[in-house]
């Protein structure tokens, strides 16, 4: 697709001089000039950069050379390249992003560039389905595992989805035109909605964004664009509720509960959710333990040394193919650790299962297992815990072991909130938070801000050393 064709070239053109604008991320500089009946203005990151440009439409201007009343620019300052889609763009885009980023990033990346992507072409007569233009964009265009995966002489486009490609590739805008205000303003409403239109979670909005945003930052740094057209577009800011609520944090008598019924319906797995709430470990970090990382002597306490951890993405996400890949710890670089301390319940948990359960080929505690005695599956067949038996069997247990009114309330409807139970009960415990982040993950103000609402029962004693600190000042002043 080449440059589109001037609309109507005039010679009525008006420049401003150049505007400085603060904000929090550093001051840019505007320059804004008036093409016919039509007003335009490009941003810069510095004054020199806004003064060349503007002297470049003054000196034109000033030849008397002819305006282009729909992009402001004269002749002479046309780009006079090929236009480049934003479809082929995104599509560059997730290949530069792919080799580093995680398959859950790599998923998230995809997601947020689908919708982008199909806001912006949806409304143009003739558009495919919806459905198979996003499964034509997740499974394949923008899914750089599965292009790649194929052999060289196979790597075409399924049939499936080659017309729809082949019709984005033809008509979704051009960087140019996409960074346009009247078409990128409903691009980023569409990443605020679901499917259904209804409100997405404030983490989706902020994943979708950041995606879009890293895309357009792409542009500007191949100088496809001079600015990123999203720092100039106002959008109310979604309050991120990233916070955990209290509602699904367990206590310990429930936790004990739980950890019976899971006991009963599926033995093999009560050590793994014991981990996530006796150690606030994250549930790919326990899918990856073996025996090597655990020292549980026969009393007291032990510790669990955290080496890597076990996601699951879905295998087109993974550079192997399987659903399964090992990564290094969350927020943590290759071959960082972290030690948890292991309490003696979670202790004598795991040495029971330890007893019962052998681990897997490689050493792996936690495997996908076949028959009564929990045989793991050998050679080949042997995979870390099933994800799918781990939500079933919890459900189960929740079912079991809380009341009807419980069992449909928050409180711990997903195996992750054990880990939030745990790091609850360590703060509210008294234990330091630089130690409990250290034991959990986490940076401290993370901690803070994300446990904010499951600290409580320390209020009154905060209210009595105040008390206490205040008495002691007036026992000083002669006022007593």
Partial sequence: MTAATPDRRVYDVRIWGVRSNRGQNGTTYTVRWRVGRRAHQRTFATAKLGESFRSGLIVASHKGEPFDERTG????????????????????????????????????????????????????????????????????????????????????????????????????????????????????????????????????????????????????????????????????RVQHTDVVDRRVVVNPQQAASLLQAVRTIHPSIEAY?????????????????????????????????????????????????????????????????????????????????????????????FVTRTGRAGTPLAGPYARPQSMGIVYRVWDQARRESLSPLLYSSPLARRPYDLRHAAVSLWLNAGVPATQVAEWAGHSVNVLLRVYAKCIYGQDEAARQRVQAALADAHSTDGYD
């Fill in 73 to 236: 620019l004269p002749d002479a300052m046309v780009p006079r390249t090929v236009a480049i889609t934003w479809y082929r763009h995104a599509c560059a885009f997730v290949d530069l992003k792919w080799p580093a980023a995680s398959p859950r990033h790599r998923k998230g990346i995809a997601e947020g560039l689908i919708t982008g992507t199909v806001a912006s072409a949806s409304r143009v007569p003739g558009a495919p389905a919806l459905d198979l233009l996003r499964r034509a964009l997740l499974r394949w265009a923008f899914n750089t595992g599965a292009r790649r995966r194929l052999p060289i002489d196979e790597a075409v486009c399924p049939a499936e989805f080659a017309e729809t490609l082949r019709w984005l590739d033809n008509n979704t805008p051009t960087l140019d035109e996409f960074a346009r205000p009247v078409i990128l303003r409903p691009v980023l409403d569409s990443l605020a909605l679901r499917l259904d239109g209804s409100p997405a979670s404030a983490s989706t909005v902020a994943r979708k964004r950041s995606a879009v945003y890293s895309a357009l930052a792409y542009a500007v740094e191949l100088e496809l664009l001079a600015t990123n057209p999203m720092d100039r577009i106002h959008s109310p």
């Fill in 273 to 365: 959710f014991a981990c996530l709430y006796y150690a606030g470990l994250r549930p790919a970090e326990a899918r990856h333990l073996r025996e090597s990382n655990l020292w549980l002597p026969e009393t007291g306490w032990g510790f669990v040394h955290l080496e890597d951890s076990t996601p699951t993405a879905g295998g087109e996400w993974t550079d192997s193919g399987k659903s399964d890949e090992d990564r290094q710890l969350k927020h943590r670089a290759r071959k960082d650790t972290r030690e948890v301390p292991a309490s003696p319940e979670l202790v004598a948990i795991l040495r029971q299962h330890l007893a019962r359960f052998p681990s897997g080929p490689d050493g792996r505690i």
